[in-house]
């Protein structure tokens, strides 16, 4: 069984250029989650889709970023107009279940490999 | 922001010494997680425990929860030159809801 894919794995964009990040969950996860990773911190929420709708897009820094999942599957994360503060590993995440589950219970998230994004 | 702040941020060790990081969180959890990330693999999840457990194993990991200090370590014990990467702590605000990661300690286990 595949884990998580992502694609690209590496890009460099031009300052003001828009990119396209694609990530291909878990097949049959519901849950879908995409994290930014600045060099040397931890990775910061950004969005969650549950299914094709987008539950939670509290973290995204800018209106330049946004995500869809249009049939609950494939994802993509679009970021319009980079800038070179946008330069991160950008991580995306699945889990089997969704929604708000009962204290206590658990569903892990799977992480893919990450696009390695660069703005020059 | 981020919940979990890890330390140390960076431990260098011998093979087949422990390696012991902690991490510190500030709201109240239902479930604390801990994480590897390498080159290689990417973001590796190694092992949860729940608000009600003070201690849980699984192979050289052991980890324990202290809710009332709101803090968590990871011990890996007889260390291995390819546990060499960051590891982090994260806690979901809540059920399934996104993970907040700390920044992670970096290890260096050197063979």
């Known amino acids: 069984g595949a884990g998580v894919s992502q694609s690209p794995r590496y890009k460099v964009a031009k300052r003001g250029q828009d990119v396209a990040l694609r990530c291909d969950p878990i097949s049959g996860h519901v849950s879908l989650f995409w994290y930014q990773q600045a060099l040397g911190q931890g990775p910061e929420f950004l969005t969650y889709?549950?299914?094709?709708?987008?539950?939670?897009k509290s973290g995204l820094p800018s209106d330049r970023f946004f995500a869809e999942r249009p049939e609950g599957s494939v994802s993509t994360l679009k970021i319009q107009r980079t800038q070179q503060e946008d330069s991160a590993v950008y991580l995306c995440?699945?889990?089997?279940?969704?929604?708000?589950?009962?204290?206590?219970?658990?569903?892990?998230?799977?992480f893919g490999p990450g696009t390695r994004l660069t703005v020059l | 922001s981020q919940q979990g702040e890890e330390d140390p941020q960076a431990l260098s060790i011998q093979e087949g010494e422990n390696a012991t990081m902690n991490c510190s969180y500030k709201t109240s959890i239902n479930n604390l997680q801990w994480y590897r990330q390498n080159s290689g693999r990417g973001l590796v999840h190694l092992i949860l425990i729940r608000s009600n457990e003070r201690e849980k194993h699984s192979g050289r990991l052991r980890v324990t929860l202290d809710t009332s200090k709101k803090s968590s370590s990871l011990l890996i014990t007889a260390s291995r030159a390819a546990d060499t990467a960051s590891y982090f702590c994260?806690?979901?605000?809540?059920?399934?809801?996104?993970?907040?990661f700390g920044k992670g300690t970096r290890l260096s286990v050197i063979a």
């Open positions: 995440a699945s889990s089997l279940l969704g929604g708000l589950s009962i204290l206590g219970n658990y569903n892990e998230q799977f």
């Open positions: 889709f549950q299914n094709e709708a987008q539950l939670d």
């Open positions: 994260a806690t979901p605000l809540a059920g399934n809801t996104p993970l907040v």
